[in-house]
């Protein structure tokens, strides 16, 4: 399977993965779908890309396994009993894992990062489905509010919960996903969608336990551009969304230093989450859909290969 | 000043708020939501400890902003202008009322008052024009509308205490028309004084010019304890044919605390000669009374002197005596007299205290020569005498001599003597429905003006049985008369010199009046009036002016008169060693008064032995030293009218000055309301100075401020 640059992908098509359009789409399964086929219509690509038929490795027959996985040619030439193994041979389980801290209704722009990332989880989520994979869904702020197993037949309601998810609490990570990752029984892929407002130790500290229960985690830290850039220019009271401490802030005085601040945590999150083997990807709310999923195909890709 | 919506002071409490605001120091500036604060705390920061006011100037500023909002709203409004109006609109007429009559000597009021005037010269604009005005018993200016600062304070400096008393009307009235003569368009009058009521009556008809400004400046003291030689009264009475004076000091004591020993002394001719110890009460009086000396020399210079205190002037009393002379009286009686005729009025006129002489003689035993030593002469029931001894009586009575006629039983009328008596009289009438008795007394007279008062004699006592008819000439002018309207008394000038008629006895004949207790006394003032005696004046007053050419006024040196005849040049020697000319004239030759001490008169070039003096003393209602209330005076010399509105300095206001005035004493809130918001905008630009200099600032208490750029 290839993937192609990101640059290469930037075609007429793409505005169907802008997020101010997709704001526009109320219908979220309609929205996932739209990501999607826009998406992969645009790889020009068999929507069946990365089913699970790729030969993977033989064995030898064991008593109990079904005789129709014999490979009849090996045993014309070797005449001993050898069944195939394909790679993936069954659906993974694929589980969003979602913030909806407080501070992810922020958003300078239309599109929230909880919008943009209920599109992101909606979109793979669908993709997911489309892959014959079992989906689930959690979302948590300081502690798990909604835990759908994954499974095939919980698109419909995976969908309708992101819908309704609303942030309003302060969040965090540690205890949330220790419960989340009790609760999956099988390995599977976890697609964890946060801002990450914690310090990079306590971070990687409390996602590494899921990536140690044999998970494959993949992660999205979404950022509204003023997070990032922080461009704001007049003197203000800034109010902490989780916390509601103000305090006052002239912005000229400090932009430089927070952006500084925001790229060491960004790049330190990156370099534990690489030394943890978890793919860490920095989205920018603004920015198109695309990159997002090229990287999730990556992801799966590389996850893929390993196995 | 007043308010006229003081409510609005309750928005005082609001000066609360910028404390607090400084102190919590919450952040009034719009509010940004931010996922988290977790990076920009990280960010270093210098931290100082709050919980104490960081910008006190801005503080002050928005406290003060608002204690001006709060202020002008209250609409504060003074109650009168105290500025005058007219101070801004041109160059002003200011007289300067300086009182220096001797009160100001208490302490240091001169001092002050000096001060005082000075400052009103010193605040003078080249424009403004200025008088000074000097306040006693009379009224001096001094300098008269001059623009010449220096004159008025080189006058102001060389300016002495007087030694009379406050009046205040001509100072005023000296004032008043300076201010009516003046053409400037704004008059001022400052009235410098201790401002005692002693010398304000409140009919001096004293009325300002229209629009002047009045500024009453009191000067006083929280307490002033004096004490005065009030009075001294100098009895004279004759012992071994010597004349005795005996001085008796009345002394006053005004406020004060405990009883006090003074010491007071006679002096006599410049020697001490008798030292008394005087026990004075907390405002009270002692009288002290020092042994009689003996009167043996003319102009006798005697002082009564009490030891100093705060006022030095009323402290001593000066006066100067000379031998007396008797009033010689002659009655005439009959060649056979009744009885006792005039026992009675023989008794009435000796004493050794008297200052009569009386000589009882027969009419027959009358010589014209007897004329030239009486003073008065008594025809006691007796025809009037003819020929060239009534001539002789006409001429007495002419030049100056008194006449009285008692009649009786033995009198008689005779034509002729209607042109020398006030009226004719005729034959006697007996009361026989009882006594007749005195009803009506001519009190205002000088015979009768002694018993004026109640309690100072009772005629209505006395019994008249039998008089004389008298029916009163158009001359003739009735003095007494009794209850049934016909005439007791009657009196007639005739030239320099009086006749009287007592239609009566004057022994207990026809009445009792002789044996009546206002026998004598009545007796007396007759002899007084008739033989125009009067008492010697030992001591006149600062600033009374003396007639020395006037004969009258100088009756206590009759006998040497002619030492200070008109033809002759007089020089006087002032108490303080200055002289004044008197030069030899027709009329009347004044000398002003106005120092207190002794005054010598002498042709110049000459030393007597006993020289003429006058003694002059300080008025003693000076040293009453109770004030009045200054703008009681200034209002009663406003001019106005029926709605007129005064100014501060009791001035009469125009209708323009009066909406002028009103404006201006409720005009303040604009000045409040402005001064208010130019301290806003500036805390506008302070703040907003300070926001920009970055600083932050956390709720819990910690201010933050980056350390570095």
């Known amino acids: 399977m290839a993937v192609r640059e990101r640059s290469s992908v930037q075609g007429a098509n793409t505005q169907f993965l802008d997020p101010v359009v997709l704001s526009r789409i109320g219908n979220l399964e309609l929205l996932a779908r739209t990501v999607v086929d826009g998406f992969l219509q645009g790889l020009h690509r068999s929507p069946h890309l990365g089913m699970s038929l790729d030969f993977a490795e033989h064995r030898e027959y064991m008593g109990g396994d079904d005789i129709r996985l014999i490979d009849w040619r090996l045993f014309a030439r070797t005449d001993r009993f050898y069944i195939k193994l394909f790679e993936a041979e069954t659906a993974a389980d694929f589980m969003v894992v979602l913030d909806i801290s407080k501070s992810m209704s922020f958003g300078t722009h239309s599109v929230t990062k909880l919008d943009y990332a209920r599109y992101l989880g909606s979109a793979l989520a669908y993709f997911s489905q489309k892959q014959k994979d079992r989906v689930g869904l959690a979302t948590f702020d300081h502690e798990v509010v909604e835990f759908i197993p994954p499974s095939t037949r919980h698109l419909q309601r995976i969908l309708h919960t992101l819908s309704r998810a609303e942030p309003g609490r302060p969040g965090t990570l540690r205890d949330p996903l220790m419960r989340i990752g009790e609760n999956l029984h099988h390995r599977g892929i976890i697609l964890l969608l946060s801002d990450f407002y914690e310090e990079p130790q306590a971070v990687i500290d409390s996602v590494r336990h899921l990536r140690a229960r044999g998970h494959d985690v993949i992660v999205f830290h979404l950022l509204d551009p003023a997070e990032l850039e922080f461009t704001y220019d007049s003197a203000a009271s800034f109010r902490d969304l989780e916390s509601a401490t103000m305090i006052p802030i002239v912005p000229d005085e400090l932009a430089v230093e927070y952006r500084k601040l925001i790229g060491e945590h960004t790049q330190e999150l990156d370099r534990l989450f690489t030394g943890s083997r978890i793919d860490y990807t920095v989205l920018d709310t603004s920015k198109p859909l695309d990159y997002a999923l090229f990287r999730y195909l990556s992801s799966r890709e590389k996850m893929s290969r390993v196995r | ?709």
Do not use: C
């Open chain 2, 1 to 709: 000043m007043g308010l006229l919506a003081p409510l609005f002071l309750l928005g005082l409490v609001g000066l609360v708020v910028p404390v607090l605001v400084h102190l919590t120091e919450r952040q009034r500036r719009t509010v940004v939501d931010f996922p988290s604060l977790m990076f920009l705390r990280k960010i270093p920061f210098r931290s100082t400890q709050r919980r104490r006011i960081h910008h006190w100037t801005l503080l002050s500023i928005r406290a003060l902003a608002l204690l001006l909002l709060v202020a002008a709203f209250s609409r504060p409004f003074f109650e009168n202008t105290e500025v005058a109006i007219g101070a801004t609109l041109g160059p002003r007429e200011v007289v300067v009322v300086l009182d220096r009559s001797y009160s100001m000597g208490y302490g240091d009021r001169w001092e002050r008052a000096k001060t005082r005037a000075r400052q009103v010269f010193e605040g003078l604009e080249p424009s403004d024009r200025a008088s000074l005005v000097f306040m006693g018993r009379g009224a001096e200016a001094l300098l008269r509308a001059t623009s010449d600062r220096e004159r008025l304070l080189a006058a102001l400096d060389t300016a002495s205490i007087g030694d009379d008393g406050t009046v205040y009307g001509p100072a005023l009235k000296l004032a008043q028309t300076i201010l009516e003569e003046s053409e400037l368009p704004n008059r001022e009058a400052v009235i410098i004084s201790d401002f005692q009521r002693s010398g304000w009556n409140g009919d001096e008809g004293v009325s300002f010019p229209f629009g002047t400004v009045i500024e009453p400046v009191l000067i006083s003291d929280d307490s002033t304890p004096n004490a005065t030689v009030a009075s001294v009264t100098l009895q004279r009475d004759f012992f071994s044919g010597q004349e005795r004076m005996t001085a008796t000091a009345r002394v006053v004591r005004r406020e004060g605390d405990e009883p006090v020993d003074r010491t007071i002394l006679l002096e006599l001719d410049g020697q001490e000669v008798q030292t008394q110890t005087v026990t004075l009460d907390p405002t009270g009086s002692a009288t002290v009374t020092f042994e009689p000396f003996t009167l043996s020399d003319v102009y006798t210079r005697g002082s009564i002197r009490l030891d100093s205190d705060a006022l030095t002037q009323d402290n001593e009393l000066h006066f100067v005596l000379s031998p007396g002379r008797a009033m010689r009286v002659l009655v005439l009686e009959g060649a056979n007299p009744r009885e006792n005729v005039s026992l009675y009025l023989e008794t009435a006129h000796a004493s050794e205290e008297s200052s009569f002489q009386v000589e009882v003689r027969s009419s027959s035993t009358f010589s014209t020569e007897d004329l030239e030593t009486t003073d008065v002469v008594v025809l006691n029931d007796i025809p009037f005498p003819q020929g060239n001894t009534e001539v002789r009586l006409r001429r007495f009575v002419e030049a100056g001599g008194g006449l009285l006629l008692v009649l009786g039983e033995r009198s008689a009328w005779r034509t002729g003597l209607e042109e020398f008596l006030p009226g004719r009289f005729g034959p006697a009438r007996d009361y026989s429905r009882g006594a007749a008795r005195l009803g009506f007394l001519d009190y205002p007279h000088p015979v009768f003006e002694l018993f004026a008062g109640p309690g100072t004699g009772d005629f209505t006592r006395a019994r008249f049985f039998r008089s004389r008819d008298l029916q009163v000439s158009p001359e003739g002018q009735v003095l007494a008369r009794f209850d049934d309207g016909s005439v007791a008394l009657a009196e007639r000038l005739v030239g320099e010199g009086s006749v009287m008629v007592w239609t009566s006895t004057m022994d207990a004949f026809w009445n009792d009046l002789a044996v009546q207790p206002v026998f004598l006394p009545f007796i007396h003032q007759l002899m007084y009036h008739l033989g125009k005696y009067r008492d010697q004046v030992p001591w006149f007053t600062a600033g009374q002016v003396l007639d020395i050419a006037d004969p009258d006024g100088l009756v206590f040196v009759a006998d040497r008169e002619n030492e200070l005849s008109p033809e002759t040049d007089q020089v006087a020697l002032t108490p303080g060693g200055g002289s004044i000319a008197l030069p030899a004239t027709v009329g009347p030759r004044f000398l002003e008064l106005d120092e207190q001490g002794f005054y010598e008169v002498r042709p110049p070039g000459t030393n007597p032995d006993r020289v003429f003096s006058v003694a002059v003393n300080v008025d003693v209602a000076e040293s009453e030293l109770e004030a009045m209330d200054p703008t009681e005076l200034a209002g009663a010399v406003a001019s106005r009218q029926a709605g007129d509105e005064v100014g501060a300095g009791g001035e009469t206001l125009t209708p323009e000055m009066q909406a002028r005035n009103q404006e201006r004493r409720q005009s303040l809130w604009r000045l409040l309301m402005v001064a208010a918001l130019v301290l806003l905008l500036a805390e506008t630009a302070i703040s907003n100075w300070i926001s920009r200099a970055a600083t932050m600032r956390f709720e819990d208490g910690r201010s933050y401020v980056p350390s570095s750029p």
